[in-house]
């Protein structure tokens, strides 16, 4: 009903580019001098959207003579913002980027956006990880076990090669009660998931609106980190800007969207992380919401040093975060156990893990590894080359996955100037590293990374302290973030 009703209304691909170019300028653009730092910055952010609009067209099986060029391009791009990342991490003192329009002005052009991004996600169909991390959650509500056992969700048999059981649980579970409220949940244990016309499959309502939900959530981790270190006009922009990308509009021309709302794997795990990064003056509480992000897709866990020697380098309550990310841990590891039926605890986790890094990263039938929708399953001579696994068959030995690591070292290396900013820019060039490596649609994760460099461009780095016990995006209390929630909200 969503999509027929409101579908007209929302950007199309070309008018979600147009809407991002000239939005970012209107806030942010230096009008004084056209190719200014500042400039170049916001057509940077914008870089991989004309490549990525419309890219199914350039599928391998489709036109084997472009898609090697094109995802080249987008590989590039890809490697451009994981430089630029660690160079904004460490370089030189940045001032803070204030907007260009009136105050007053921010939170009206801020709720317009917002309420676009929403209407996007109501209006447009889930893709891939919303649709199966649905049935995931549906099936866990019908059996009582997570899907990682579910003979009908592993492997690639079942009904999207295994994809139902390849999300963190964090996502599983925030769907559960979603699933349940949209009438979902209700077909016998043993019916058979692949046939549609037996199995009913949950609204896809249901994660609809858990990732209205992940991304709104994610827009107030933004305004909170960037009003503790450079105001709030400064706070409205960055929201404005990010709000304004045509990523989240998916950038479908017709052959499927590759990012924005419509998918929750690119949303959840960094809306969590932002909430992380806003609550960095409670340390226990950020490492709980780190936890939740690793729980929710798993490479927030490269990024996980960086924090810990980000604390490290400040003396800053760093066991206090560990001991938060270890209860976070904890907690996932134990509701995984809990909902395995017939799975002792060690067999458990080890099942839990199987389904993730297989569907992800093998190399077997339909599995990632051997994807063709990318820089490497496009380029089989560097693939054999980067890819080839130097220790037994664990992809976790290959040449890239070694140069990846030691770029998320680096990371815990530049942070050491104990910058908030640092810390944003760090996290956004792992996030955007750790593709470098992926096989399957590397560079089309946008979200992963993306607030993070514009928390690192908007707050700059010459934050005094930013974030320390004494003044932080969180740090003024209930009261103070009761406040913050309320002038986010335009009240």
Known sequence: MFEEVFGIYVPDAGGA???????????????????????????GLLA????????????????PDIAPWWWTAVFL???????????????????????NLPKAALPVIGALLIGMNVLTGLAKHPEDAGVYIGIGAQRWIETGSLPYGDPQLVGPETTGYGAASTYGP??????VPLVLATGGGHNPVDAPVKDRAVYHRPSTLATKIAAILFHLAGL?????????????????GAVILYASMPYLAGLDGGNGSISGIRFIS?????????????SVSRPFISGLWFAASAGALFYPVFIFPAWLAWRLWRKDRPLRFLAGAAAGGIAIAALVIAFMPGHGPVDAIQTFLRAIIEHQEGSGPHQY?????????????????FHTPLVGSSPFTSLIFLIFLGLAALACWVVRNGKLGALAAASAGVAAAVQLWKTHGGGTYIEWYLPFLIVALVVGSREAGAGSRKQGPLSSGTAGAEAAVEEFSGV
């Open 48 to 63: 991989a959207a004309p490549l990525l609009n419309d890219i199914g067209r350039w599928g391998f099986n489709k036109r």
């Open 77 to 99: 791009v890809l490697l451009g913002h994981t430089v630029w990342a660690f160079v904004l991490a460490g370089g030189k003192p940045r001032s803070a980027w204030q907007p």
């Open 369 to 385: 590894g051997i994807s063709n929708f990318g820089f490497w399953g496009t380029h089989d001579g560097l693939a054999a080359l």
């Open 170 to 175: 964090i996502l599983y579970l925030t769907h």
């Open 17 to 43: 580019l147009w809407v991002g170019l000239l939005v970012a300028l209107l806030v942010f653009g230096d009008f004084s001098r056209v190719l200014s730092r500042r400039n170049l910055a916001l057509l």
């Open 266 to 278: 690119h949303i959840a795990p960094s809306a969590l992380l932002l909430l992380a990064l806003a």
């Open 220 to 236: 107030l981790g933004l305004f909170l980190v960037v009003r503790g270190l450079a105001g709030t006009p400064s706070a409205w």
